[in-house]
Structure formats: structure tokens, C-alpha cells
């Protein structure tokens, strides 16, 4: 398919994936060295306080509005495809990360791992369609729901995401962005977690839309609307 496209649908293809991402670092490419290496320390350093007090936080509230079951089924599927996910990376997300850093300028690497990123995804969900459809399913997944599995599938692809468009910020030298941007995440989700738990509404079908929502928030800028 890649082959029949054509170069102008290319670079296309190339500013509409990349646009928002290359808008950003233009923006961002004034500030010093010595600034950016503080400010990136002092930020990482920050976003690890704040997601430690929300961690504390959610931990008390998820199982306790979710039940010991439904928590329990959250951290099994979700922890299976992280892991998933982490081995069709096969560690090409490090690579990615130091061509990246070597070679700022083009803007085609992103562009490329884009759309490794899509093959990958896409794999997975193919693959949790076909096993759900055999007896393995019952095997590597017992006593889950169908509907939960699926919905587990795009969480462990989107925290995937999560972790590659990092490693884009790190690389560009926009820490200071990215982990502003993640400890807005991280209050939004304990803000609507609070709410549903408040209003009695807190069950694993919410909590997975809830968390895949603003994961999916959180990326889509990077990647144009």
C-alpha cells in the first residue's frame, strides 16, 4: 500500500500526523540549554510528587468503588496488555527516541514510527478478535468478559502511545510542556474518578471509558484534531 503512494501524499500524510507536534517545538526552541536542563529536572521531579499524592488518592478509591472483583479484573486485563503492548515495542521505542534526538529536524521518523504505531495497534486488536473467537480465550483470559478485553486492549495501546509520545517530548527537548500537560492528566482523571465515585457511578465499564478518554485527550494534540 505504501508503495503506491504517492510523494506529495506523503508529505501530506507527513504534516497531518506531525503538524501539531512540529507547531509546538517551533514555539518552543528559544529557551537555553542550561534553563531547559533545570526546568526539566524541576518538572519531572514535580509531576513524580504529584502523581505519587494522586496515586495515594486513587488507590484508596477505585477498589473501594469498583469492588474487590471488578478491581481485581482491571488489574489483571490492564497489567496483560501493558505487557502486550510492551512486547510488540520489542524495544523499538528506545530507538526511535535516540534517532530522534540525533536528528530533530526531520520530521519523517515520527512519521514513520506513526505508522509503525498503527500496524502494532492494529495487530493486537486482530489478535484479541481472533483468540476471543477460540477456546484459547477462556485459557489466557478466564472468567472475562468479552467487552472488557476489547476495552483493555485499547487502554494497554493508548498507555502505549502515552509512553512513545514522551519519549517525542524528551527528544525535542519539551519536558517542561509534556509533563505539564501529564500532571493536568493526572488531576483531570482523579477529578472525574472522585465524581463518579461521589455519585455512586464508579463500575469498570466507566472507569476504562473515563480513563481512555483523557488518555485519548492528552494525545490527540500531538497528532492534529
Known sequence: MS???TTSKKRDLSKLI???LLQIILKDRNYSMSDSLKKRYFFKLTTNVIGLIISLFTQAIIPR???PKA???FSFLSNFFNEVAGFFDMGTSIG???KLSQRQKEAGIVVFYSYFSIIVSLLI???VLIINETPLAIKIWPGQIAFYIYLSAIYGI???CMQILTKIVDAYGLTVSGEVARNFQKILGLILILIMFLH???NLKNFFFTTMCYLYFLESPFFGS
Open 96 to 98: 526511535f527516541y535516540t
Open 71 to 73: 478491581y481485581g479484573d
Open 3 to 5: 508503495i503506491l503512494i
Open 65 to 67: 468503588g469498583l469492588g
Open 200 to 202: 455512586n457511578k464508579l
Open 158 to 160: 493508548l498507555m502505549w
Open 18 to 20: 506531525s503538524g501539531r
Open 125 to 127: 486488536l486482530l489478535i
